[in-house]
């Protein structure tokens, strides 16, 4: 593929792996540029086509779209956790969590509301009548990460069309085979194929999306690193960036918590949730001084009783990364830290793709496992005098996505909850939360962006005011 001048070699295919046993899955194959171009030209048809689309079809279609991915649930949850390594509890949640979306957003499409000004605010405009109303922003292309692959692409596809605009699907390169079928039943429902495509690819081909004029807009889930790129790269046509990026969240336990509470926080929202492969798990665990010992003993116990595992077994709690080189990147990052001081108190070592659950105590304040966002099953303790020392460091992160803390005293958590400079915070529970009809997303390098049944159709939309001169007179 060329891109901005620069070529690449095209490959027609690549091999799609079960991250766990390295069994061949599949063959994804990857676009051309001219296959890529191609595709943002048919789009121009296809946001014609959703436009002309009454809202109320666009919500059958994708209440059907939900319907059949709902018949079909045994089959994609199977498939997503044997490409993607969560264990397979975690991806029939991730399925209906999608199914939920769908839905949700086919409610919004008949809820894209305008609004009336009153003109007779301004001297002189007495007489006359100010409304808005909101259209379709065009294409939009969903550059969809491989740790949740298909609760991602419905935030992304199911707003698009919702919206009546044109989606572009680019579904994460490691694990593109559950979207692929999905995509399928988009197209089988009626929705029409020209709004609706799946383009397989990798890099290239996001960095392409981003740089093309013809798309209006391009929703990211990924690192910091990729965001920057594309926000560049968007920059060149003026087209929309929609960019939920790296995380390093953080969890405050008070000298008052619940600490069993707390400990399954970590354990839930860290070690055993998407294989510790998370934009919003915790990251950092600040616990004050006179319960650190206690809590330790506590995150120990819980954790030593996780399941490591086949991802397709059913008591598995934990299974392999997306790639043994993600899990060696993990493992050399816990390296890093006992290096630096810290204790392995839980955990073990890295066998293929699969990371033991890992908890390190006596971690430095500053040290890489805390600046650095570790992307596996692993949670670095850290001790604190009091809460707002754990703000404090907690603030230094140049992420801010989301945040916890727990403590029985309401005003402290509410104090606590203002102070910290993130786009959510959690009291009581694990920053792994995430609920289709919450604005999710962050502040500073995590990319500004908010997602959520009430939030992304206004960014996929425009606004356009109708003025009706002496239509009051």
Do not use: W
């Not at 799609?16 to 171009?37: C, F, K, W, Y």
Request: charge should be negative; hydrophobic fraction near 45%; include cysteine.
């Amino acid at each position: 593929m060329l891109v901005d001048g620069q070529s690449a070699p095209v490959v027609k295919s690549m091999p799609i792996h079960n991250p766990g046993s390295g069994t061949l899955l599949g063959e994804m194959p990857v676009a051309t540029e001219d296959q890529a171009r191609q595709a943002v030209e048919t789009a121009q048809r296809g946001r014609r086509e959703m436009a002309a689309i009454p809202a109320h079809e666009r919500a059958r279609l994708l209440n059907a779209v939900a319907d059949e991915i709902e018949r079909r649930s045994d089959e994609l949850t199977r498939l997503l956790a044997a490409e993607n390594g969560k264990p397979i509890r975690q991806t029939r949640e991730e399925v209906a969590a999608a199914i939920r979306i769908f839905r949700g957003f086919a409610g919004e499409a008949t809820r894209v509301l305008g609004r009336q000004i009153p003109l007779d605010a301004v001297p002189g405009l007495e007489s006359h009548l100010a409304f808005t109303i909101r259209e379709p922003l065009g294409v939009i292309a969903a550059i969809v990460p491989f740790n949740y692959p298909v609760e991602l692409y419905a935030h992304k596809a199911a707003a698009a069309l919702a919206a009546g605009n044109a989606v572009i699907v680019k579904p994460p390169e490691k694990c593109p085979l559950t979207l692929m079928a999905i995509g399928g039943i988009v197209e089988g429902v009626g929705v029409p194929a020209a709004a609706h495509q799946v383009v397989t690819g990798g890099p290239d081909l996001a960095r392409f999306l981003a740089a093309t004029p013809g798309v209006q807009m391009i929703s990211l889930t990924g690192s910091t690193a990729a965001g920057k790129a594309i926000a560049e790269l968007a920059a060149g046509t003026l087209k929309r960036t929609h960019l939920e990026l790296g995380g390093n969240d953080a969890l405050i336990v008070c000298a008052d918590a619940d600490l069993e509470r707390a400990a399954e926080a970590v354990v839930l929202g860290r070690l055993a949730r998407g294989n510790g492969q998370i934009c919003c798990a915790v990251k950092r665990v600040y616990v004050e001084d006179a319960v650190y010992d206690t809590f330790a003993e506590a995150l120990e116990a819980q954790a030593r009783a996780l399941v490591v595992g086949d991802q397709l077994e059913e008591p598995t709690d934990v299974g392999p990364l997306i790639t043994e080189s993600a899990a060696v990147a993990v493992a050399g990052a816990v390296e890093d830290a006992v290096g630096a001081g810290a204790r392995v108190v839980v955990g073990g070592p890295r066998e293929g793709a699969f990371v033991p659950p890992t908890v390190l105590l006596d971690v430095a304040p500053r040290a890489k496992a805390v600046d650095e966002e570790i992307f596996g099953p692993v949670a670095p303790l850290l001790r604190v005098g009091d809460p707002l020392e754990a703000v404090e460091l907690a603030n230094e992160s140049p992420y801010g996505l989301q945040a916890a803390i727990f403590t029985k005293d309401v005003s402290r958590a509410f104090s606590v909850a203002r102070r910290l400079e993130v786009g959510g915070v959690v009291i009581n529970g694990s920053t792994a939360l995430r609920a289709e009809n919450l604005p999710f997303g962050g502040v500073k390098l995590t990319g500004g962006a908010r997602e959520g049944l009430h939030d992304t159709l206004l960014d996929m939309t425009e606004q356009k005011t109708i003025i009706v001169m002496d239509g009051m007179a």
